[in-house]
């Protein structure tokens, strides 16, 4: 058991998507170049100046590729000052480094918050080395080479906690999109079902009243019977899946004609205001169900999160190739959601997403929240 947990942490990837360079990056080594040159020129107890200083001045220009390059930035830093170390313990020499070197703790935080796990193996073994090797080096007792390790080995255990975050809400979001691209699925399913269903029937009906007609017409009523029932067999297997042993839905998919009752179901606080415009009669049922389910989730979000709201406009415009859907509500500015970046607005944006519109979420221009979808008509996929 524990080879495997072993081997499994061994062979985890790098995390995705380290930034490169930030202005942040700029700003540290804007401080800290001056700082370490100064440091150099100006103390005099440095052992060995030009080589401190150009030690110094190289580890921190290193630090520009400290997430990109967490493995290969530590090792040539914490080498050359287990080198250094050597060196002083070999030949009985004084320590070379300043007090800006301190700024290298930030490699042993970045190793663990983007490296692989064989790159952090390697690594927690060369931080190992260099501490042992320094304290050794400039022993001052005991509790000194512990507080040492401390300092060495805080940030890398507050990259590894930054990395465990970071990796679970990314499963969290993964998630709610899977689940938003199955129900998706699922009313697509149902759907399209419903009508291919009434197109076997037809076909069988017409198979029955075809015996006083040409044989070629019973002839292509099978064929859209065959057809039909493949079709119908086909999505039910490559969907089948994603229902989790429920049963398809016998009635349509809720709509935009449904969200009358929706406004009614939420009751008189906060009032529901639903106003429709435009033609919005020969939307696709996808579009339809993506209005109302996103409506749906904006309401539901106001009615629990909101802060003295009093009212929730919901408005739906049928355009000429597309339909917009804008829910404000009259709550208190910035307060209808505790998390801007939630899961609920994850799935609405995934749903607009998927079927090739936009999806826009945030504070009011007097009060409140507002949320706007704008999906095509077609329901086209990007």
Do not use: C
Request: overall charge neutral.
């Amino acid at each position: 058991m524990s080879n495997n947990v072993l081997r499994s942490l061994w062979a985890e990837p790098r995390a995705p998507h380290p930034p490169r360079r930030v202005w942040r990056d700029w700003v540290l080594i804007g401080l800290l170049l001056p700082t370490a040159i100064l440091e150099g020129v100006l103390r005099e107890d440095v052992h060995w100046r030009p080589v401190a200083i150009a030690v110094a001045v190289g580890s921190i220009l290193a630090l520009l590729w400290r997430r990109t390059h967490p493995l290969a930035v530590s090792a040539a830093v914490f080498g050359v000052a287990i080198v250094s170390s050597l060196i002083s313990l070999v030949g009985d020499l004084p320590v070379i480094g300043l007090n800006t070197m301190i700024a290298v703790i930030l490699l042993p935080y970045a190793l663990l918050r983007w490296g692989s796990g064989r790159e952090i193996g390697i690594g927690l073994g060369i931080f190992l080395v260099a501490l042992l090797t320094g304290s050794a080096a400039d022993y001052t007792g005991l509790l000194n080479a512990f507080l040492g390790g401390v300092v060495l080995f805080f940030p890398a255990s507050l990259g590894h906690a930054v990395r465990y975050w970071a990796t679970s809400r990314t499963r969290e979001l993964d998630k709610m999109r899977l689940q938003e691209r199955a129900q998706l699925a699922r009313e697509l399913h149902d759907t399209v079902a419903h009508h291919v269903s009434a197109i076997a029937i037809r076909a069988q009906a017409g198979r029955v009243v075809a015996a006083i007609d040409p044989s070629a017409a019973v002839d292509a009523l099978s064929v859209i019977e065959a057809e039909a029932s493949r079709t119908l067999a086909e999505m039910r297997v490559m969907v089948g899946n994603l229902r989790e042993d429920e049963t398809a839905a016998l009635a349509p998919q809720q709509g935009v004609a449904d969200l009358e009752r929706l406004a009614r179901s939420v009751g008189d606080q906060p009032r529901v205001e639903l106003e429709l415009s435009g033609d919005l009669a020969d939307l696709q049922p996808a579009v339809g169900a993506a209005v109302y389910r996103i409506a749906q989730e904006a309401i539901t979000n106001a009615v629990r999160h909101a802060r003295h709201v009093t009212r929730i406009d919901v408005r739906v415009a049928g355009e000429d190739r597309s339909v917009r859907l804008t829910v404000r509500d009259d709550g208190d500015a910035g307060a209808t959601v505790k998390n801007p970046s939630g899961y609920g607005l994850v799935g609405m944006t995934e749903r607009a997403a998927l079927l090739g519109g936009s999806f826009e979420a945030g504070p009011g221009s007097d009060r409140g929240w507002t949320v706007e979808a704008v999906l095509p008509r077609s329901g086209a996929a990007r």
